[in-house]
């Protein structure tokens, strides 16, 4: 640890304030000190054709392509943080003349041996995660990644003998595999154990490989377990390395015991894989380090030949030199730098992070989207929103994936619900288990219109706009029905909600619209697509009139001034919008409901569609937002929470008030109101929005809230639930995307558009002058905008490289840094 970051501990921990870890921002790290947090914290790692999580315990969920048919190490969840999951290592030490039996043996990881430790440090870097461990005179210096576009989890651990006296060291590197599908692994104790194949194979020079694989992909997909020195003895089953008939523990696995382990191989069972590892007798002052790889080939063939690559430190340093290079250029392309500690740490570093991750693993895998089923895969309006989050960082993989997003567009306009990437089979999702519902989702398909617009916004790439992408539905030989440019994809999605709505001439609701969990009877129609629907329809007017459209131009502004009628003529309840109508015409979000009276999704995107935004409506319903709505952790999605549960309002009502949906913080709308206020105007109540969810801002307090404070959770349990304040399912939540396009677009105010980088910001009023440098289109824009007038809103000049502009809109340059000078 660094001077300063030692000092900021002990004071902080002095003050009894910082449990369990600080952030390092200048080492881009969140570095934990005590690892017994409230829940797992985790971290990810490689990507989804190899990778998954690491927890900062030393485990590792591990998963080759689709994270349900092709998982690689165990971890469930479920069990409790102590207990072994999917990866560890243990130690042996020994003094001169001492016994395995005497021998101190823990894991440098803590879990699953649970012996106390001198120090510990899990640093939590860019898809890095280091462990820095001091038990007795050993120091642990463990570094775990995933080479960037690897097929494998490397991690070298290097020992110290920080002591005076000459020391045994030996490591036992463990892993514990999946059945490759992942929920049989849970539900077949029968075919599973029976199909289980573990062991040793030859190969060459001074490494040693474990193979572990299920028979019927002995061919195909075979894990190896690898290392860069000859293992002194090694065990394939877990039996055996429990012992005892597994009476022995993790926490105390009794084959360490034993001068060596088994040397046999495993032919069915519960596989695993372990190297006893002897380091030598470690002389005072010395390191000793040794390089373990996790990885899976293609058939049994290959699999000698895996342990021959990053046999070195040199090589493993080049890897992670590369990786780390990678995220120089990522986090290069917004860099930030305003007076507010906390919104920098989350800007540059760990919010971008969070935006590739989501981006990377849709709804796929964390602790709690356990990836089992194959059905789920990317959800269509999720992953829409979340490549929002990474355009300007990584344009080409964002282009892929909204690629595959367009295929899954149904020939009427529609979008599938979800898809699997990797099949590219699209399904209908939980809509398909109700029989009396409709079967779509009237929001889906209106997000790819927002992904799409950013995308050219960023890029310039209107050629795009031509490039024909096939519909989803196909014939008999699986060609597609229909063919269309990229554009036709978007106007079909404007034209599926034009042509259906309900009778208050407002979008139908179809199974659900963002609210995944209100599925009203059919005929219900949703404020929430109506107002998507006006972002959208902006969008596709901007686009006609800068490509000269006027026709089209035309047509959507009429689109959107009708839809604008619709919502500002029916939905105005008085004090705020309402949410849906029901399929008898009857309003939700009500002040005549005696339940789910207000819903900020309404108010927030009345004044996101631009409906209400010059309208006194957008600041009284923003109003209602603060005073029913805003509590200090967040603001709550609906109020008051339904208490019961209630089959005409489906999902919702299975949570208790205070939970996710039913009136809890769901986090992912919180950045629309922070962008509503910014419309609106108010940079003191946007800024005060963002701060209050900012889990870098939780890092103090962080028993109550519970997850990582270094990314953002989906939900925080609301002042009607007990434990108001507890954060859940961290990580894979359209939160990330959003909060970043908030601070990003609308707070700092730096916004690409089709003619160039608009400077708009919105911020507290006590803000002196903040600074952006924002790379592109090929160019690089040092921006510095004053604020010596201590305004929210409002630019009064803009100068780009000393000459003045006319408006808050800077031509974009085609290469070069540029000083942009902004006075507000
Ligand atoms: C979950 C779903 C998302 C939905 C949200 C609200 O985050 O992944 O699609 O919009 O819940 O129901």
């Excluded at 015991?257 to 190297?275: N, P, V």
């Excluded at 989702?441 to 310039?460: F, M, N, P, R």
């Excluded at 909600?497 to 599925?519: C, E, I, M, Q, R």
Aim: glycine share 8%.
């Amino acid at each position: 640890m660094t001077g300063i970051g030692l000092l900021y501990q002990l004071t902080k921990q002095k003050e009894g304030k910082m449990k369990y870890g600080y952030f390092d921002d200048a080492n881009r790290e969140y570095v934990i000190t005590n690892p017994k947090t409230p829940v797992k914290w985790i971290n990810y790692v490689g990507t989804l054709q190899f990778g998954g999580f690491l927890d900062h315990t030393g485990g590792s969920q591990l998963c080759k392509g689709d994270p349900a048919l092709n998982r690689i190490t165990k971890y469930i969840p479920q069990l409790p943080c102590s207990d072994f999951k999917g990866e560890t290592a243990y130690v042996r030490v020994r003094e001169k003349g001492q016994t395995c039996k005497d021998a101190a043996i823990f894991s440098p990881y803590f879990v699953p041996s649970l012996v106390p430790y001198d120090s510990f440090e899990c640093h939590v870097g860019m898809y890095y995660t280091r462990w820095v461990t001091r038990y007795g005179d050993l120091e642990f210096d463990i570094l775990a990644f995933i080479p960037r576009g690897g097929t494998t989890l490397i991690r070298r651990y290097s020992v110290t003998n920080k002591g005076k006296k000459d020391l045994h060291v030996e490591l036992f590197p463990v892993v514990e595999y999946s059945h490759f599908d992942a929920l049989k692994q849970l539900t077949n104790a029968d075919w599973v154990p029976q199909t289980m194949q573990c062991h040793a194979v030859e190969t060459r020079g001074n490494t040693g490989a474990i193979a572990e694989y299920a028979f019927m992909k002995k061919e195909t997909e075979v894990n190896v377990f690898c290392t860069n020195i000859k293992p002194a003895s090694y065990e394939t089953d877990r039996k055996r390395f429990l012992g005892d008939n597994e009476y022995g523990t993790w926490r105390e696995p009794l084959s360490l015991r034993s001068e060596k382990l088994s040397c046999k191989d495993a032919m069915r069972g519960d596989t695993i894989s372990a190297f006893q590892l002897d380091l030598g007798t470690l002389e005072a002052g010395k390191t000793a380090t040794v390089i373990t790889q996790l990885t899976q080939v293609q058939g049994l063939a290959k699999a000698a030949s895996a342990a021959e690559k990053y046999t070195t430190v040199a090589e493993v340093d080049k890897a992670f030199a590369d990786l780390k290079k990678f995220w120089d250029e990522y986090l290069s392309v917004i860099a930030v730098h305003t007076p507010d500690a906390a919104f920098n740490s989350m800007l540059n570093l760990h919010n971008p992070r969070q935006c590739y991750t989501t981006k990377t693993w849709s709804r796929y895998l964390s602790l709690y989207q356990l990836g089992y089923g194959s059905d789920r895969g990317i959800g269509f309006r999720d992953s829409s929103q979340d490549v929002m989050g990474v355009i300007p960082q990584i344009p080409d993989e964002a282009l892929e994936l909204i690629e595959k997003l367009l295929s899954v567009q149904s020939c009427d306009g529609s979008s599938y619900h979800q898809f699997n990437p990797l099949s590219m089979i699209a399904g209908r999702g939980d809509s398909m288990e109700y029989e009396d519902r409709p079967h779509f989702y009237s929001d889906d398909q209106l997000w790819i219109v927002l992904a799409v617009c950013a995308y050219l916004k960023e890029t310039g790439d209107y050629a795009f706009l031509e490039k024909q992408i096939p519909f989803y539905e196909k014939d008999k030989a699986e060609k597609p029905l229909e063919t269309g440019t990229v554009y036709e994809h978007l106007m079909r999605a404007v034209d599926f909600t034009h042509s259906h709505v309900g009778s208050h001439k407002l979008p139908l609701l179809g199974f659900a619209d963002w609210n995944d969990t209100v599925n009203l009877p059919e005929g219900a129609e949703s404020l929430f697509t109506a107002n998507l629907y006006g972002w959208a329809l902006r969008e596709l007017v901007e686009l006609a009139v800068f490509r000269s459209q006027k026709d089209l131009a035309e047509k959507y502004q009429k689109w959107y001034e009708e839809m604008k009628n619709s919502v500002l003529s029916s939905a105005w309840d008085g004090e705020w919008f309402v949410r849906y109508f029901d399929d008898k015409g009857k309003p939700v979000g009500s002040k005549s409901n005696e339940y789910g009276k207000v819903w900020l999704n309404a108010q927030s995107w009345a004044v996101l569609s631009g409906f209400a935004a010059d309208d006194s409506k957008g600041r009284t319903a923003m109003d209602s937002v603060k005073k029913y709505l805003a509590t200090e952790k967040g603001i709550k999605l609906s109020w008051p929470g339904y208490n019961g549960y209630d089959r005409e309002k489906g999902g919702v009502t299975t949570y208790p008030p205070g939970a996710k949906e039913n009136g809890g913080i769901f986090l992912h709308p919180n950045p629309w109101a922070i962008i509503a206020e910014t419309v609106l105007g108010d940079g003191d109540q946007a800024f005060l929005y963002y701060q209050r969810i900012n889990p870098a801002a939780k890092n103090e307090n962080i028993d109550e809230y519970e997850c990582e404070p270094y990314c953002y959770a989906q939900n925080i349990l609301s002042n009607e639930h007990p434990q108001f304040g507890l954060g859940r399912n961290s990580w894979l939540s359209g939160t990330s995307s959003w909060t970043y396009q908030a601070s990003t677009k609308y707070i700092l105010g730096i916004r690409p558009e089709h003619e160039g980088l608009r400077i708009d910001p919105c911020i507290p009023k006590a803000w002196d002058s903040f600074t952006v440098e924002r790379k592109c289109r090929g160019a690089v824009y040092k921006i510095h905008v004053q604020n010596s007038a201590h305004k929210s809103k409002g630019v009064t000049s803009v100068c780009a490289d000393g000459k003045p502009l006319a408006g808050n809109i800077v031509p974009y340059f085609a290469s070069g840094t540029h000083t942009i000078e902004v006075v507000m």
